[in-house]
Every structure is written in structure tokens, then in C-alpha cells.
């Protein structure tokens, strides 16, 4: 299993990125895809979920309205369209299978003026 998560970097407050994750290893249609952050210092977060074809969507309270999930089965990859950004989304984002505990290196995201 391989998880390769890619699209970080420095954006202003307000501003907007599009986070990758590229998976292989695994049937990717089967499993439901979810991403995690980890702030400096703290425990890892869940922030949203993605079902198998994408009919069911799951976010974390501190970002609905802000972000979005999505994937492509077809390119075994799973996004995660980040708006209106704000210091407190500073952290490593990280893609996993529900439930599997598999995890990839992650991409750092830094919100700041």
C-alpha cells in the first residue's frame, strides 16, 4: 500500500489550495477515503471522508463549508479542495483507508500573512 499525498504549501488567510492523494497497492473503489491533519505539537485530526463512489461525505465540524472532498477512482486518487483558509488550518494533511491505519508522509499546509 502506498499513499502519496502532495499540494501543500504557503497560502495566505483567505486564500484556497487543492490537496492529492494518490494511492496504489490496494482496490481503490473499495475502500472509503478519509483526511487527517496534525498541527505542530498536537494529536492527529480527522477532517473529512469520502465513500467508495463518492455518494457520502463526512467533515470535521471546524471545516464544512470550507472544504470539500472528492476522488477519482478512475486515477486512484483522492482531493481535497481547501477554502477560505485560516491559521488555525496550519498542519501535515494526511490521506488514509478507513480503518486500515496506513498512512502516507504527508503535505504540509502553513496559512499565514
Given at each position: 500500500?502506498?499513499?502519496?499525498?502532495?499540494?501543500?504549501?504557503?497560502?495566505?488567510?483567505?486564500?484556497?489550495?487543492?490537496?492529492?492523494?494518490?494511492?496504489?497497492?490496494?482496490?481503490?473503489?473499495?475502500?472509503?477515503?478519509?483526511?487527517?491533519?496534525?498541527?505542530?505539537?498536537?494529536?492527529?485530526?480527522?477532517?473529512?471522508?469520502?465513500?467508495?463512489?463518492?455518494?457520502?461525505?463526512?467533515?470535521?465540524?471546524?471545516?464544512?463549508?470550507?472544504?470539500?472532498?472528492?476522488?477519482?477512482?478512475?486515477?486512484?486518487?483522492?482531493?481535497?479542495?481547501?477554502?477560505?483558509?485560516?491559521?488555525?488550518?496550519?498542519?501535515?494533511?494526511?490521506?488514509?483507508?478507513?480503518?486500515?491505519?496506513?498512512?502516507g508522509q504527508g503535505t504540509q499546509v502553513t496559512v499565514s500573512s
Amino acid at each position: 500500500v502506498q499513499l502519496v499525498e502532495s499540494g501543500g504549501g504557503l497560502v495566505q488567510p483567505g486564500g484556497s489550495l487543492r490537496l492529492s492523494c494518490a494511492a496504489s497497492g490496494f482496490t481503490f473503489s473499495n475502500y472509503y477515503m478519509v483526511w487527517y491533519r496534525q498541527a505542530p505539537g498536537k494529536e492527529r485530526k480527522y477532517v473529512a471522508e469520502i465513500s467508495n463512489f463518492g455518494r457520502r461525505l463526512i467533515y470535521a465540524d471546524s471545516v464544512k463549508g470550507r472544504f470539500t472532498i472528492s476522488r477519482d477512482n478512475a486515477k486512484n486518487t483522492v482531493y481535497l479542495q481547501m477554502s477560505s483558509l485560516e491559521p488555525e488550518d496550519t498542519a501535515v494533511y494526511f490521506c488514509s483507508r478507513k480503518g486500515r491505519g496506513d498512512w502516507g508522509q504527508g503535505t504540509q499546509v502553513t496559512v499565514s500573512s
